[in-house]
């Protein structure tokens, strides 16, 4: 089966609690002007079939156009980024009950601006040579373990790796078969995040330019 961005959904994973930015979560954090998840959005608009928004509750509504998509496994001060994995695989799911081709989906946090245009394109390329279970994104062979397309035949193994305690991505997927891609970049990190007032400070400064 041929890959391509029309079988791909993507999810943006907006479930942290931002707590060096203020605490209120870094989704109407404004990067030049502009909400971040407005700017992944954008970013993802024209890469993916279909956006849905990975929220630790279903109340938090980030943007009324697209579905959002409640953590199924919770607990006390959130389960981190597995957590939004695991309901973005189980999104997927569903759709690919509608959609055979569906296989995997993809998952974005909120709080990178600077997503490459070409990130789907790039990242589906070795599955449709090898069916990986992860194909994850890294840059100057930095991994980022959140930005990856992820095989929907994970959901059942993830369940149980999060009911054994397993927060870490890269201690879920060690036994896997995982192909990474690299970005090579001299300035400006495709995949740089905010995490805090300075890292919001050079983001600002990088969109000026």
């Known amino acids: 089966m041929t890959v391509n961005q029309a079988n791909i959904p993507g999810c943006i994973?907006?479930?942290?609690?931002?707590?060096?930015?203020?605490?209120?979560?870094?989704?109407?954090?404004?990067v030049?002007?502009?909400?971040?998840?407005?700017?992944?959005?954008?970013?993802?608009?024209?890469?993916?079939?279909?956006?849905?928004?990975?929220?630790?509750?279903k109340n938090t509504l980030l943007d009324n156009n697209y579905v959002h998509i409640e953590d199924s496994f919770k607990e006390a001060g959130g389960a981190g980024p597995l957590a939004g994995i695991s309901s973005s695989i189980k999104w997927a799911k569903e759709l690919h009950k509608s959609n055979q081709n569906i296989q995997y989906v993809l998952t974005v946090p909120v709080d990178c601006p600077f997503l490459p245009n070409d990130l789907v394109n790039i990242l589906i390329e070795p599955l449709n040579e090898h069916a990986y279970d992860v194909v994850v994104a890294s840059s100057n062979d930095n991994i980022h373990p959140v930005i990856a397309l992820w095989s929907l035949k994970l959901d059942k193994l993830l369940d149980k790796a999060l009911l054994s305690g397993v927060r870490k991505i890269d201690e879920f997927t060690k036994d896997f078969n995982i192909k990474v891609v690299n970005w090579d970049y001299q300035n400006l990190d495709p995949f740089f995040n905010i995490n805090n007032f300075e890292d919001l400070m050079l983001a600002n400064n990088h969109f000026k330019c």
Do not use: D
């Open 13 to 30: 994973l907006s479930g942290g609690e931002a707590r060096r930015l203020g605490g209120k979560g870094k989704a109407f954090i404004e």
């Open 32 to 57: 030049s002007g502009k909400p971040m998840i407005k700017i992944i959005i954008q970013k993802l608009q024209n890469q993916v079939f279909q956006i849905g928004i990975n929220t630790r509750e």
